[in-house]
């Protein structure tokens, strides 16, 4: 039997948790791991992983705990419920796209009772969660997130140092800002494409091995072929969150962003019509908006097919 590496939680186990925690796993980690969710607990344990009883249970095997949440209301009652357990000093690494607000009050609550909590946010899908690619934004203490790389590189390609706490979410809007756009501009793209009579194919292919190719064409683009958007790696319902919150902050610091307010009367039809499916499905509503007929999908011909990249060196 292989060596293990080392301890980790996990806390959250959906879409971006269950992911970190079967990769974890795969790379020789023990992963104690908890959701609230009796078929995320039967997935995760189906990985590898071992299922404590509650988030306090996870903490008190383990040191160093991963937590991925849906909202700020989970983030307070699992730090809640560590800070009641009384347990020896503790790291808490916190993984979600919430307001700084929301993770400086909980930082504040674990502080107090001892522990460590690390704002560390994930740029990357739930498709790119599960290939391990991804990367992390850590801010908090240095000498914590140093010791931490090794886990970190065991399910993601790489992790940077942003700084004081609450800077790896403010990078993460301004990515997830991105995300948002880039989302919103390879539907529209496809959608005019298909219009134009196109095969949805081709324009996938061709598009990415030009000059407008981005990661979220790259990504998303298909599920747009096929106009299939599940199982989603981010449901539309979920992303009102990270909308919500990335307006907010650009609000609150006084910048205008006319991009990405122009792509939230779109995600808004996806949210009311799409709820649970992936945010790709922006395509369906374009294509609505377009009175697009899609016809029978042909055949990509091989001389177009777009070679797969190189995989990327870590820094």
Excluded at 22 to 50: C, H, Q, S, T, Y
Excluded at 71 to 94: H, Q, S
Excluded at 172 to 193: R, S
Excluded at 245 to 256: D, M, Y
Aim: contains cysteine.
């Amino acid at each position: 039997m292989a060596r293990r590496r080392g301890t980790v939680g996990m806390i959250g186990l959906g879409i971006m948790g269950g992911a970190f925690a079967r990769n974890l796993a795969a790379a020789g980690w023990r992963v104690i791991g908890f959701d609230p969710l009796p078929a995320k607990r039967r997935a995760a344990a189906k990985a590898g992983v071992e299922i404590a009883t509650s988030a306090a249970d996870v903490a008190r095997q383990a040191r160093d705990v991963l937590v991925s949440l849906p909202g700020p209301k989970a983030l307070d009652m699992v730090v809640r419920e560590i800070v009641a357990a009384k347990l020896p000093p503790r790291v808490i690494i916190e993984t979600s796209t919430f307001t700084v607000a929301d993770k400086e009050r909980a930082e504040k609550r674990l502080r107090k009772a001892g522990h460590i909590m690390l704002d560390c946010t994930v740029s990357g899908t739930g498709a790119q969660a599960a290939a391990k690619d991804l990367i992390f934004y850590a801010s908090g203490d240095a000498a914590t997130i140093r010791r931490l790389r090794p886990m970190f590189r065991a399910f993601g390609r790489e992790v940077y140092y942003l700084g004081a706490f609450g800077n790896g979410s403010k990078m993460k809007y301004v990515a997830n800002l991105l995300v948002a756009i880039h989302n919103v501009a390879a539907a529209e793209a496809m959608v005019l494409g298909i219009k134009a009579g196109l095969d949805p194919q081709l324009v996938y292919e061709l598009a990415n091995a030009g000059a407008g190719q981005n990661r979220m064409f790259e990504v998303r683009g298909p599920m747009m072929v096929r106009s299939q958007y599940t199982p989603a790696t981010m449901k539309n319902v979920v992303w009102k969150k990270d909308m919500d919150v990335i307006g907010a902050f650009a609000n609150e610091i006084g910048v205008k962003v006319p991009v990405f307010r122009a792509t939230e009367p779109v995600y808004r039809a996806a949210i009311k019509d799409h709820p649970d499916e992936d945010t790709a499905a922006v395509c369906a509503v374009l294509e609505r908006m377009g009175r697009v007929k899609r016809g029978k999908p042909a055949k990509a011909r091989k001389s177009t097919r777009q070679k797969r990249p190189a995989k990327r060196p870590r820094r």
